[in-house]
């Protein structure tokens, strides 16, 4: 079972939760606004208070799955067009490149392959974001 929160640490759950930037959710949860910045960043990588945004993200429905399936979908997009006209007309099927490459941005913006880009190679730039996904959701 994982350490209850202190008041302040489930305002600024409930104030991230809702959207708010994090240093003004901390600021509302009480920490002082010199230090609601590094304070904020430090309080939500504690384990509890994951545990405690999971949950509170899952009670609302909000799943990693449903943040990620209109991405997936956007990756796949296709546009219909008709050619032709009467008993002639046939669907054509084409990318949606736009869509796609919309799609594509927000996938390496979650995935923080377009922070900090020193340049390096694609490999070692996905070795990166494999890593530090790792290290997120604690896998070995």
């Not at 979650?110 to 290290?135: C, E, P, S, V, Y």
């Amino acid at each position: 079972m994982a350490k209850p929160l202190t008041v302040k640490e489930a305002k600024l759950v409930k104030g991230v939760v809702q959207g708010k930037p994090k240093y003004i959710a901390a600021t509302e949860a009480g920490y002082s606004p010199k230090s609601a910045r590094s304070i904020a960043t430090e309080t939500l990588k504690k384990p509890n208070i994951q545990e405690a945004l999971q949950a509170e993200l899952a009670r609302q429905g909000i799943t990693l799955e449903k943040i990620v399936k209109p991405i997936k979908d956007g990756l796949e997009a296709e546009k219909v067009h008709i050619v032709g006209n009467g008993d002639q007309a046939m669907a054509e099927i084409t990318p949606d490149h736009a869509t796609r490459l919309k799609s594509s941005q927000m996938a390496q913006t979650i995935l923080g392959a377009n922070k900090n880009n020193d340049g390096g190679n694609i490999q070692n730039q996905f070795i990166q974001i494999n890593n530090n996904l790792k290290d997120k959701y604690g896998i070995k």
